[in-house]
DNA sequence: GAATTATATGAATCCGATC
DNA sequence: GGATCGGATTCATATAATT
């Protein structure tokens, strides 16, 4: 299923994994052609080999003990590099999640605003299963931060709301995700039964962030794909993905878990939609229609209002005219009102509201059109 | 019980509200003098338009004049002063403790790092009745973050193990708290019924934070006093505290607010060194929330023992210390006592079983839902 | 008085298509 | 591109009002 997309004069390689220095490889990749980004950066300096200084000198193992003030230094140097690499790919509406640790995420979410993403929200990643602290010198550290932000203030950022309340039993969605580690089967080991991946985050956490904030069809980036558990949701879903790392070993582990992985099929794919999604459908039409007849008298929900259809679509109530939203907002002298849900009319001697008639028309609507 | 410590050449004023800005207050206090900072500074909040329910009743935002800031730039010059400013007054084996959103934290957590605070952890306090999303747009905001910082590496902060795993009834704390929003009797008002401060603080979270991080005798500052939550867990638990608050009337408020409370006689403030025993609820969290105080008598089932209440969730009576189950076993004599079903509280005269406290608590928290 | 129902509210960066 | 306006959107809890 791989594939490449042309936008402009460069490629876009779709569901497969590039290696290399991701700062780099987006730098090379067309801008504004990315949906999502998922980032989970290596989150500690000074326990990892593999960061390069300012001048590309590369950092040596635990031994190189240097003052936290130059790591923090170069921390956030490769920071404020791979978030301006990511950024210039995101398309307009696009977004991107970033996960760490206190030791920086506080770094990252500084770096997210200064550079004019704009956060949506922090997401609390709870742990059910964490590792205790076995000092006992501080708080059990059971959770992690996940931070969500659109490429810019009033990006028009893709939120599925009806389908993570769906999720979550019917209530919204809250910030704080109970998830357990990713332990067990799901858990990818090497040859020797190691853990082929230190830090491998569990496929529930990515399937919540892909059907939250991504459509089928849509592309994600990860620029620290590790062992593909982006990919491997992003392909479940029927997104597609394109994932880069440096390392060898875990491209080689990435890429065997991702072909086993099977998409769902497209019924399983479609998830809730609200109303905001349906067709709009003007109040005249009811008119136009015969539903109801100019001069019939229409109800308030709370039966104290009344008002008259009129033979343009709008009502005349306490000689105030207008929209069957500005007539109801004013009696009820609120800043808004849905017309739809606030008017009913008479049938059998009791009142109904007339947002039915617009889902007869809905209805009528939805057999005209190609399924 | 107002008093004044002279160190070297200064006066450090104990259970005292200091009128007017707190950087500059900060700095006319001796160094090195107080063991624990709490500071809950304006979030920064950038508030646009109006809010409505989806029963178009009318958010009551946060448009104070203090939290106005004209840019990050300003907002970060103001965290970098009164940071280096709070910085300063620590004893060596000081810490802090800072309250945000994702407005403001991540700024605050970046310079506590570069001005060499040590984060020892972040903790997410998870609000049990948030206030909902309304525009279905993002996720329900259900969180704030607080980062808890060592005044250096190295610095030999306290942290009463023993305590929080108490009051956790047996197991360690983590890093994850939940506490219900300050509304009801704890929410002070002002002549008019509303509301005296904004965004009043809980008082079960000062008490963890008191009860895990201070000893009593302690000196704990807040520079953002507001109706002082941290002056009035403080007293209750006998440590001094030293409040700085710039509107006259937020003094006002916590001035009568803390003449009010009555600290905790000096056996319930011995917190356990032991280790406990371990069912759902722990018994700690109906201390920390309020429903019953440190010092409070609790009567057996047979009303032939008395016990009384500790801050960490433990009793003491006949001169043994345990957990709620200890010494109502260790009074009977029996191998081991349900607690729970025990001992009882008096309410309007008659003796009520502590139990029905831990059911109001589990109905609030219904933990069972998956998130 | 007890039980039930209605109302109020909380640190909130909360709309989007069409004209 | 700014203005207009249709119309979609809420959970837990405390307290007041009602039965």
Same mark, same amino acid.
């Given at each position: 299923? !791989?594939k490449?997309?042309?936008?402009?004069?460069?490629?876009?390689?779709?569901?497969?994994?590039?290696?290399?220095?991701?700062?780099?490889?987006?730098?090379?990749?067309p801008?504004?052609?990315?949906?999502?980004?998922?980032a989970?950066?290596?989150?500690?300096?000074?326990?990892?080999?593999?960061?390069?200084?300012p001048?590309?000198?590369?950092?040596?193992?635990v031994?190189d003990?240097?003052?936290?003030?130059?790591?923090?230094?170069?921390?956030?140097?490769?920071?404020?590099?791979?978030?301006?690499?990511?950024?210039?790919?995101?398309?307009?509406?696009?977004?991107?999640?970033v996960?760490?640790?206190?030791?920086?995420?506080?770094?990252?979410?500084?770096?997210?605003?200064?550079q004019?993403?704009?956060?949506?929200?922090?997401?609390?990643w709870?742990?059910?299963?964490?590792?205790?602290?076995?000092?006992?010198?501080?708080?059990?550290?059971?959770?992690?931060?996940?931070?969500?932000?659109?490429?810019?203030?009033?990006?028009?950022?893709?939120?599925?709301?009806?389908?993570?309340?769906?999720?979550?039993?019917?209530?919204?969605?809250?910030?704080?995700?109970?998830?357990?580690?990713?332990?067990?089967?799901?858990?990818?080991?090497?040859?020797?039964?190691?853990?082929?991946?230190?830090?491998?985050?569990?496929?529930?956490?990515?399937?919540?962030?892909?059907?939250?904030?991504?459509?089928?069809?849509?592309?994600?980036l990860?620029?620290?794909?590790?062992?593909?558990?982006?990919?491997?949701?992003?392909?479940?879903?029927?997104?597609?993905?394109?994932?880069?790392?440096?390392?060898?070993?875990?491209?080689?582990?990435?890429e065997?878990?991702?072909?086993?992985?099977?998409r769902?099929?497209r019924?399983?794919?479609?998830t809730?939609?609200?109303?905001?999604a349906?067709?709009?459908?003007?109040?005249?039409?009811?008119v136009?229609?015969?539903?109801?007849?100019?001069?019939?008298?229409?109800?308030?929900?709370?039966?104290?209002?009344?008002?008259?259809v009129?033979a343009?679509?709008?009502l005349?109530?306490?000689?105030?005219?207008?929209?069957?939203?500005?007539?109801?907002?004013?009696?009820?002298?609120?800043?808004s009102?849905?017309?739809? !849900?606030?008017?009913?009319?008479?049938?059998?001697?009791k009142?109904?509201?007339?947002?039915?008639?617009?889902?007869?028309?809905?209805?009528?609507m939805?057999? !005209?059109?190609?399924?």
């Open positions: 299923m !791989t490449t997309i042309t936008k402009g004069a460069v490629g876009l390689p779709l569901n497969q994994i590039m290696a290399g220095d991701c700062i780099e490889i987006m730098r090379s990749l801008a504004d052609s990315v949906d999502l980004i998922f989970d950066p290596p989150y500690n300096l000074q326990l990892r080999g593999d960061l390069h200084r001048d590309n000198s590369k950092v040596d193992a031994d003990h240097w003052d936290q003030f130059d790591s923090f230094k170069v921390y956030d140097k490769f920071t404020k590099d791979w978030l301006s690499a990511a950024r210039r790919l995101l398309k307009p509406g696009g977004a991107i999640w996960i760490g640790s206190y030791h920086n995420v506080f770094r990252m979410g500084a770096e997210l605003q200064n004019g993403f704009w956060i949506l929200n922090d997401v609390v709870r742990k059910s299963n964490p590792m205790p602290n076995f000092r006992g010198k501080r708080f059990t550290n059971a959770h992690e931060t996940l931070i969500w932000a659109s490429k810019s203030e009033g990006g028009k950022y893709t939120f599925n709301y009806e389908a993570l309340k769906a999720l979550n039993d019917g209530v919204q969605m809250r910030s704080d995700w109970v998830i357990p580690l990713c332990t067990g089967h799901e858990r990818l080991k090497d040859g020797n039964g190691d853990k082929a991946h230190p830090t491998q985050k569990p496929e529930a956490l990515l399937h919540r962030v892909l059907v939250g904030t991504t459509n089928p069809g849509d592309v994600v990860d620029p620290f794909f590790g062992t593909g558990t982006t990919g491997a949701v992003a392909k479940m879903l029927g997104r597609d993905f394109i994932g880069i790392e440096r390392e060898p070993s875990y491209r080689d582990a990435a065997a878990r991702i072909a086993k992985i099977r769902f099929d019924e399983a794919l479609e809730s939609t609200s109303k905001r349906e067709p709009r459908v003007p109040f005249g039409q009811v136009e229609r015969g539903m109801l007849r100019p001069g019939e008298e229409l109800y308030s929900i709370g039966n104290r209002y009344k008002a008259k009129r343009d679509g709008t005349i109530g306490n000689d105030v005219k207008g929209s069957i939203h500005q007539v109801g907002a004013h009696l009820e002298g609120a800043p009102c849905n017309g739809w !849900t606030y008017w009913h009319f008479k049938r059998d001697g009142l109904v509201p007339i947002d039915i008639l617009r889902q007869q028309i809905r209805a009528e939805d057999e !005209t059109r190609p399924h």
